[in-house]
């Protein structure tokens, strides 16, 4: 499994934990709440979806809106599939959760992972935040040797980009070390539900929409028919 499709399959399981949807919702919800994935298709979707029913992780179940009883005869459609977490996925979806490795903080991961924060523990949130703080300051001391060994050879242009993304780093360290001091003092943020993800400012080469570096993180269609 690439890391982007484990993402996108933990995204789905947890939206599915708050409640069944069909797949344009879904769709919806990991494109407005996620930005990370505001890029993909159903053509990404849908094979997640099938993965993970056959998986037992999820069940297929008809669409039973008054909307969908009245569509389905009238244009000789099916009625959209719900889709529907079973024990298992929810079970597979809080291990899950309770990953700290480094995939829970790269850049590619830690934008899902901090917008189902609200369902999980606080010292797993403490270990990804601690985690993805000392990523970028790696990262950071590395930007900062090489600004200083080549600085002499760089136009003022480049050497201004290069700032940029030092400052960017530089920003997001500061965020982090606001938040690792909130979860210490056991102060639980509040804002959007799960899913709801601020943006960041991706030029400390994070990919996807992260929360933005220095905000204040206290405030913060085609037809669904199996395939």
């Known amino acids: 499994m690439s890391r982007r499709s484990g993402i996108l399959e933990f995204a789905v399981l947890g939206l599915l934990r708050e409640s069944p949807m069909h797949g344009y919702e879904l769709r919806k ?8 994935f505001r890029a ?35 244009t000789g459609r099916r009625a959209k599939i719900v889709y ?28 899902a992972r901090f917008a189902f924060f609200g369902q999980t523990s606080r010292d797993v949130r403490m270990r990804v935040l601690e985690g993805r ?9 590395k930007m900062r040797a090489s600004l200083t060994r080549t600085r002499e050879r760089l136009d003022d242009y480049t050497l201004e980009l ?40 991706t030029t400390s080469g994070a990919s996807g929409d992260l929360p933005r570096p220095g905000d204040n993180p206290r405030t913060g269609s085609p037809d669904d028919t199996a395939t």
Not at 29 to 36: A, D
Not at 43 to 72: H, Q, R
Not at 170 to 192: C, H, M, T, Y
């Open 84 to 111: 529907r977490l079973t024990a298992d996925g929810k079970e597979h979806f809080e291990q899950l959760l309770s990953q700290t490795g480094p995939d829970a903080y790269e850049d590619e991961t830690f934008a």
């Open 29 to 36: 919800r990991l494109n407005t709440s996620l930005g990370v």
């Open 162 to 201: 290069q700032r940029h993304g030092m400052e960017s780093v530089e920003r997001e360290v500061r965020w982090l070390n606001e938040l690792i001091e909130s979860e210490r003092a056991g102060r639980d943020l509040k804002g959007p539900a799960s899913g709801a993800t601020p943006r960041q400012d």
């Open 40 to 74: 993909f298709s159903y053509g990404t979707l849908y094979p997640c979806l099938k993965t993970l029913v056959a998986n037992g992780w999820l069940i297929e179940e008809p669409g039973n809106t008054t909307e969908d009883a009245l569509a389905a005869p009238l």
């Open 133 to 141: 703080r000392s990523r970028l300051e790696e990262r950071l001391e």
